[in-house]
């Protein structure tokens, strides 16, 4: 079963280009403390997901934030930068603003600067306050105002990708009412029915009156605290003003011009569109999808990493630091593995990364068929 055909609200507010990340983000940590539960009017799971798939969203603006404990071993240099990768640790905080379907603004903040991306109707703006640098695309008439991105980064957007789950794999459910921003909520809960899968459960609040994903949180089996939250801290439904989305370029800014259908060069992280990567495919469905890649080169990256002196890279060098991953071996090879509370990944000698939300006893199974 799916809802996200005809749901508008809930792919408001993603830009044309991909997510702009930061590392460090200055909320505090108290941000999701809990508050007394409100007395809402008793609501089914299946009149929630109506009630999704029914709500319009005219205007929104507010600050959201992120926070992610993913249990990843002490491998720094592995997320470090500014890609989507960064949002696997810590926390990060953003601004959001939405009018309609082809005006948005993204800004992201961290203590040392600000990056933002903006579409204004054709019209789409990236730009990094740290060096000073922007990039302008003029998209296509009639173009979406969606593109593929590596990680959500709004309540919103997770939540359309966890509704995609929906199906007699997953248990659904309707949890405690909350507050979520000054804002009453229902809970909806799904949980993977599949015993392979790393994921407990997936918690959405929904704003009781708009109907809009307030608060998304994730938890991993054996845990009662999420392994992922992101959640509005404030939030208004007034639409924006039209100032939200100009973009006047600081002075001495340098300014790139994009071609249409290209990737900004400021912005990290497109996936190839469908069809372009056959070294890729996926085993499974739902929550215990496995993706394999088969990575470039000769010989695989535990091969290569294994190799690599001892105390090099340490900062960064992917070879010295997948070195230091645990080695693996079975009926199906050998390998180095990765885990993390809500993920595993393996690499195999023979040049192959098998990676998803499941158990390492899964993706062996995968190696070896």
Sequence with gaps: MSVLKSRPVLRWLVPVTAVVTVIGGGAAL???AAQAEPSLPPRTAAQLLVDLQTSRLEGLSGTVVQRADLGLPPLAGLVAGDGPAALLTGTHTLRVWHSGPDRQRIALVDTLGERDVIRNGRDVWAWNSRSNTATHRTLPEGAAGAESRELPVTPGEAADRALAAISPSTEVSVGRSATVAGRDA????????????????VRIAIDARQHVPLRFEVFADGSDKPAFEMAFTQVSYARPDAEQFTFNPPPGVKVTEETAGRQPADVPGKRPAHGERPDVRTVGESWATVVVARLDGAGAPADRAGTAPAGEGSTGDPAALLGRLPKVSGDWGSGRLLTGKLFSALLTDDGRLIAGAVTPERLYEVARG
């Design 186 to 201: 229902y809970e909806l809960v799904l949980a993977p029915r599949d015993a392979a899968s790393l994921v407990h459960q």
């Design 30 to 32: 108290g941000t999701f």
